[in-house]
């Protein structure tokens, strides 16, 4: 088994069997991390807790809603504002969030009359917003508070309200996965069926495990829509309450993050017979495959055929010319979950880079397996790191740019490893095929950022170079390029600063029901 | 769609059908055509990878024996909307199978079958009977 032990972690023998290396001729029954376990104490986990898992992951993209965290205002404070889930109502979700500001002295004496307060004071002061969603934390949860009870006083005094509990504290888990297990749970238990959502289209869809960053789930839904097809609810980036409450009523469960929504989508295939359809929207063929598979499952592939030859025309080339310069290029896919599987055989097929190296923080070992299995021989597969491991692994494996969260980017961007942001996004959207050539382009700018190569200059020596200019990414990326490729007259992404806010103006062919079709015959 | 609330616990005292690789007692021909499609399926499929062994069993029952189905040109049915699931992700699977594996085109029908039986075996193999993942077994989704 070829575990890798790090040197930092030595003293901390548990770590060993968190780490692998795919060695030659290895498959999945050789290699594979211990995952989703409980966080091994001194190691310094970078883990998120269950709350931050559910609260800030999934709760808080949907966008009509109060967001109430029951506890210390330092709980919703740090989950706020770090994700750029943005949503088409003007970021009502991202703009105010709200907690009960719990202080010792309700710790003594509870903090139940505070929670009511609270919410009537939010619902007062957005009138407008009639739904709520309260997060249980640590300290609320050990002290016993009643949150739901109190949730149903406030929705009987106010008949026109409705709240959901999520009842995720902190300890609830290993990591912030296990808030994603609950209040995909809570959700489904709670609220889906209690309304009947009005269906116009014969081909309805769920879009679970999409959380809008930066706008992909406006991309995608712009396809679904070209197709069609009716999404009743997107789980839940830039989803409404009331849309997902109605989930029962789809056709399909068309399911992005696996990591963090395949729960929901499981058990309404288990109550509700709704069959659960995996897909990718990163990566053109991926993609493409994903938009034939809805198609063929209600029979409109020839609206996704148009769609995928429409989109492959206007962005391949451009991602082309990136892969001619990121050939080779050794990246560390380092994300939380979801994209290290994502990712990793996108990038390497049709971006031209080499990923070294893959690690999750709370993924479980089922993504390990997707992960480890679309990358290739020699990559060092690690579960939960810590910052010292993160450190060695980039000593070690040299990468050329590394796809993180801000903590461990911060660090490697002080080691001089250019880092993109895996989880908000530099500059996406990434989703959808205009989507994966921004991706490019941002990888393509971090690796030949003239400031980096800059930045390797040590100015307090006097036996620097004086006699070199400026250099552009230009001259560093196309070095070693034939002639005929750097007389290409591609010049890279062509598109717009911002993908987004046109397609929410955008409108749709409307495609006769067949229904309405048979009737006529 | 009606509701069901029974939860099926016993469905995690699924058997184990290998205990060890269906590859090891191959030919070199059949070991190097199981692996090219293996490939395809580990590198571009999320399918087989659903998070509890139970159901990666019926996946993989599922789309590969629709797979094979479509090779060999026999009806498939998606008469319900599980199969209809299945079967798009099988059809996905035979046009890659085709465009990438010209030798498939040579083969009779049985040959074709006795290929995909032994990939169910080892794709089986890997991803429940063989595989280290701790969470197959866990009761609950």
Known sequence: MPYHEFEVSKCIPERKMHAVVKGPGEDLTDALPKGYLNTIPGTISERGCAYCGAKHVIGTPMKDVIHLSHGPVGCTYDTWQTKRYISDNNNFQLKYTFASDVKEKHIVFGAE??????????????PDIKRMTIYQTCATALIGDDIGAIAEEVMTERPEVDIFVCNSPGFGGPSQSGGHHKINIAWLNQKVGTVEPEITSDYVINYVGEYNIQGDQEVMLDYFK??????????????????LRGMHRAHLNVLECARSAEYICDELRARYGIP????????????????????????????????????????????????????????????GGSKLWHWAHAIQEEMGVKVVSVYTKFGHQGDMEKGVSRCGE????????????????????KPDVIFTGKRPGEVAKKMRVPYLNAHAYHNGPYKGFEGWVRFARDIYNAVYSPMHQLSAIDISKDDYAIDKGFVTRRMLSDATLSEEAKASPITGYTGPFDPISGLRGKTYPVFERRAATEAAE | MAKKDKKDVARANYPKLYDHDPLADVDDDMKSKVSELETYIMKNCLWQFNSRGWDRRKQNAGILGKTTQLLVGEEVDTSTPLDKCYWVDAVLLARNFRERCAWLSGLGADEIRSVLAKLHARIDWLTIDGSLNEELTVQNY
């Open chain 1, 226 to 243: 070209r197709m069609g097809i009716q999404v009743l609810s997107t789980f839940t980036g830039n989803g409404t309450y009331d849309s």
């Open chain 1, 378 to 397: 020699g990559a060092l597969a690690i579960d939960d790191p810590n910052e010292l491991e993160n450190q060695e692994a980039l000593l070690t494996l």
């Open chain 1, 113 to 126: 009359k505070l929670l009511k307060q609270n919410i009537l004071e939010a619902f007062d002061a957005f």
């Open chain 1, 276 to 335: 659960r359809l995996d897909i990718d929207g990163f990566g053109h063929k991926a993609l493409g495959d994903s938009l034939r598979k809805i198609g063929l499952f209600f029979g409109i592939e020839d609206r996704a055929e148009a769609i995928i030859a429409e989109e492959t025309a206007r962005w391949k080339p451009e991602l082309d010319w990136y892969k001619e310069r990121l050939q080779g290029k050794k990246v560390c896919l380092w994300p």
